[in-house]
């Protein structure tokens, strides 16, 4: 099954406008089918990762951001099951703290950047210093608009020193947000996810929109692609995410290191 990825890829330089992209997508293609899909491109995920640790030349960094309820903490689970943990890390950004707000944006960001032969994955991420901080006017506007062209030449740093960059914004409605949220009011074991905070980031959909059409517009490049995901059909959002990470560590072309002994002269006692 081929997926149509470039469609979902942000053309460097091109302008996003999320109010016109659907988040309810599936491709036309079938749910079974594209979960067997999935489930194969999970089996191939494990094997590139097991390479990658292995080759030890290349690292990858996968940046998720999405609104409230988009599903950030479900994709990692789901894509990420089957991975060996030991080759894996992943990073909740969260407001931040005392020390980190007296440094630059990026210090603390820079110290969770993945080392050669590994997996980070951000959830949450650098981009939130052009979101909730622009949003919420946390920093005068002539800073944060210095950011995109910052946080470009940061990936490719990162770049440049070996490590692939993906990042997927997970697109939902106004409707289906109220809908999870709701979903969590309803369900006791649901409960510890509901922040009454976040009704009044709610109250900001059309701004947070509008941050995240800039981020995506602004730092979508080839060598740090954002994808937008439909993130409503909540199997085939998986498999976009699976098949590009999947497509991402097959375009290294790795192959296992070479040994430094002649494995048929060792014997074995
Ligand atoms: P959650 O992901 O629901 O645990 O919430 C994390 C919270 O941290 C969100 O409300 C984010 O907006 C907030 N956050 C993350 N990074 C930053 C940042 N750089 N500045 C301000 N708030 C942030
Ligand atoms: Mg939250």
């Known amino acids: 099954m081929k997926l149509p990825m470039d469609h979902y890829r942000v053309k460097p330089d091109s302008k996003v406008d999320l109010c016109k992209i659907p988040s309810q997508d599936d491709g036309g293609v079938d749910k079974i089918k594209g979960k067997a899909q999935f489930r194969k491109l999970r089996r191939n995920l494990a094997t590139l990762q097991e390479a990658l640790y292995a080759q030890h030349k290349h690292a990858l960094l996968?940046?998720?951001?999405?609104m409230d309820t988009g599903g950030k903490d479900s994709t990692i689970r789901s894509v990420f099951t089957g991975v060996n943990p030991a080759g894996i890390s992943v990073t909740s950004f969260k407001a931040p703290s005392t020390e980190e707000r007296d440094h630059d944006y990026l210090w603390r960001i820079h110290?969770?950047?993945?080392?050669?032969?590994?997996?980070?994955?951000f959830n949450r991420s650098h981009y939130e210093d052009v979101l909730v901080v622009r949003v919420k006017n946390l920093v005068p506007a002539q800073r944060w608009?210095?950011?995109?062209?910052?946080?470009?030449?940061?990936?490719k740093i990162l770049h440049d020193e070996g490590t692939m960059i993906v990042k997927?914004?997970?697109?939902?409605?106004?409707?289906?947000?109220?809908e999870r949220l709701q979903r969590r009011l309803d369900r006791p074991d649901k409960h510890w996810k509901f922040n009454p905070d976040d009704l009044a980031e709610r109250a900001r959909w059309a701004e947070y929109q509008a941050a995240y059409?800039?981020?995506?517009?602004?730092?979508?490049?080839?060598h740090a692609p954002w994808?937008?995901?439909p993130a409503e059909r909540r199997w085939y959002r998986d498999l976009l995410i699976a098949s590009v990470l999947v497509d991402t560590l097959t375009s290294l072309k790795m192959n296992y290191p070479q040994p430094t002994f002649d494995p048929a002269t060792i014997a074995i006692e």
């Open 227 to 229: 994808y937008i995901i």
């Open 168 to 178: 997927f914004y997970l697109h939902i409605s106004k409707d289906y947000q109220k």
């Open 145 to 155: 608009k210095r950011r995109y062209e910052h946080i470009n030449a940061f990936e």
């Open 213 to 222: 059409d800039a981020a995506l517009s602004h730092c979508s490049t080839k």
């Open 62 to 66: 996968v940046v998720f951001q999405a």
């Open 111 to 121: 110290d969770h950047a993945p080392p050669t032969g590994m997996i980070h994955v």
